[in-house]
């Protein structure tokens, strides 16, 4: 049974092909009911009517239920058609403050403590963490089976809007960091799958003349965004339904120190 939420959408993950869904993208935000994390799915992002793409910090109603595939208690399945885009807080508009004064209200956690509370007894896969002593890194990545990811996207359904198959980034990008708080922590590698550095890489590499040259670009900027020394920095951290230890950086909360 679908109920409708309002949801700031916080986090917009790379586009990713399955045989189930097609071509989907993972994105997760905060109930404004009761101020916790949800993930939303499947969102058939380039799929959308261009009135229901939403931007990250875009305020969405729409009517969501359970899933019976998902055990994870902030997983909900949405009614693709019902989005309706409410308000947008962009910081253009001088919306930090707003957008603080949503983000946090959610309970925010150590990376230690996550680990903890999705034990294998536990579903729990979305949190808000605070990191220190931030560092990037980046590794090749293996390509994957290139006539499976075409077969996803010839399956795609009648309804779906014809499209190229996005590309896939060549690289995993990662954050290191320790818990901030967290005397005995052992520190953390978790890569990052936000939408906006698959799209750096993407839209950077014509203006730099060496792929070195393009990904030490990518590491200033994301070192920059989680600058702690001028940033109050933050970590949406969420979980892979099949491999439920196996964490990723979803995106960064990195409103100034002086707000």
């Known amino acids: 049974m679908f109920e409708k939420k309002r949801i700031l959408i916080t986090v917009k993950a790379y586009p990713n092909p399955s045989k189930k869904y097609g071509e989907t ?9 009761n101020s916790q994390l949800v993930r939303l799915y499947p969102i058939k992002f380039r799929d959308l009517d261009e009135g229901k793409q939403f931007k990250k910090y875009s305020i969405i109603e729409v009517n969501c239920s359970p899933p019976a595939d998902d055990k994870r208690p902030e997983s909900f399945h949405v009614d693709s058609d019902s989005i309706k885009i409410i308000d947008e807080l962009d910081t253009d508009k001088g919306t930090w403050e707003r957008r603080k004064s949503i983000v946090l209200k959610v309970p925010i956690k150590s990376m230690c403590q996550v680990y903890k509370d999705a034990e294998p007894s536990s579903d729990f896969s979305l949190g808000l ?91 200033q900027r994301w070192l920059d965004i989680a600058d702690t020394a001028k940033k109050d920095v933050y970590f949406y951290v969420g979980n892979l339904k099949r491999f439920r230890s196996t964490f990723m950086v979803l995106g960064v909360f990195y409103p100034k120190k002086n707000l």
Not at 25 to 32: E, F, S, W
């Open 129 to 219: 963490i605070k990191p220190t002593d931030i560092s990037f890194e980046w590794s090749k990545q293996s390509p994957s089976d290139h006539l499976a990811r075409e077969a996803c996207y010839a399956q795609l359904s009648f309804f779906d809007k014809k499209k190229d198959a996005i590309e896939e980034i060549p690289f995993n990008f990662y954050y290191n960091f320790k818990c901030s708080g967290e005397s005995n922590c052992p520190g953390h590698k978790l890569s990052i799958i936000d939408w906006e550095i698959g799209q750096a890489y993407r839209d950077w590499r014509s203006n730099y003349p060496t792929e070195k040259i393009l990904l030490e670009k990518i590491k």
């Open 25 to 33: 993208v993972c994105c997760a935000g905060i109930d404004l009911g």
